[in-house]
């Protein structure tokens, strides 16, 4: 089986819609000239993430649905390019917009929608509409059939994310993102991969967009291999800041035989000693008071 192709679309949005549509469509036909399986966009492509400073029915009116022209699209283009691209943008929905990511296999058929569960309620995000789970999805590529589920930006500062895609088998988590990737989020990305023994591929915004520093990155999720004394360094891919598409290259066999031999995911958990995560009666002393029930 050859490797698998990730291309991180680091791009900057254009302004409007339209030119979001367009510059994205284009990215993905580069991403697959240069040989891409899969291509990812940062968090919220529709509208750049044009959120901050502005009313929240400015930005929300921006919501476009999920079967929409603009979403349809990269579905139609996915099937032309025999590549599979997981498109972000903020989704019309009932009782107010979500922050999604739908993803289209290289037939061009839906096989993943799903939404931010962890927005950013201190934010502009409070008025989103929160996803209502995490999923994985077996999704056909040229290197045959991977498990792939994502989280979007703020959901990884929460290993609970991570840790759910896993027990359901994600192989692959797509994680768009629009923020800082300083050193202590690109931790987070790789204590996520190598303690779940997933990879974890992010695509942030380039330096120039605001609050945004390019970075995007793949940590493989294989800390140790045979031929490497002690531990190995996960990330195969870190951009620097600049407008680009960056391609990883993600070998599966390593990564499912690596799966079936070490100590970490699923392996030695004992859920039945976690109640405490799940018990929403408890309230901690460190707990802000303000976010208390």
């Known amino acids: ?39 990812l966009f940062p968090e919220m492509w529709s509208n750049g993430y044009g959120i901050d ?24 283009l996915a099937n032309e390019l025999d590549m599979a691209i997981g498109i972000t943008f903020l989704e019309a929905y009932p009782g107010g917009p979500r922050n999604s990511l739908a993803l289209f296999d290289r037939q061009g058929r839906r096989r993943l929608l799903y939404a931010k569960v962890h927005t950013c309620d201190f934010g502009p995000e409070r008025a989103l509409t929160a996803g209502e789970g995490f999923a994985v999805t077996v999704l056909d590529t040229a290197c045959g059939p991977v498990q792939v589920g994502a989280m979007i930006c703020y959901d ?12 359901q088998g994600a192989e692959l988590i797509l994680v768009p993102n629009a923020c800082p990737m300083e050193i202590n989020r690109l931790a987070q990305l790789r204590a996520r991969a190598f303690e779940n023994m997933a990879a974890i ?20 999720g294989v800390a140790y291999t045979a031929d490497t004394e002690g ?39 004992r859920p039945e000693k976690y109640g405490l995560l799940t018990d929403t009666a408890i309230h901690a002393p460190f707990i802000r008071a303000d976010r208390r029930p």
């Open 156 to 167: 990884r500062e929460f290993p609970e994310s991570a840790r759910l895609l896993m027990l």
């Open 1 to 39: 089986m050859d490797h698998l192709k990730i291309a991180l679309l680091q791009i900057a949005p254009g302004g409007t819609q339209e030119a979001n549509l367009q510059k994205g469509l284009d990215a993905c036909r580069k991403a697959r000239e240069k040989g891409a399986d899969i291509a």
């Open 53 to 76: 400073g502005l009313p929240a029915s400015q930005w929300t009116a921006q919501a476009v649905p999920a079967d929409g022209r603009f979403v349809q699209a990269f579905g139609a």
């Open 201 to 220: 591929a992010t695509c942030n915004y380039p330096a120039g967009v605001p609050d945004c520093n390019g970075g995007s990155t793949v940590f493989d």
């Open 231 to 269: 531990s190995r360094d996960t990330c195969i891919l870190q951009a620097g800041e600049e407008e680009g598409i960056f391609v990883a290259s993600l070998d599966l066999e390593q990564l499912r035989r690596y799966r079936q031999s070490e100590v970490h995911g699923n392996a030695y958990r």
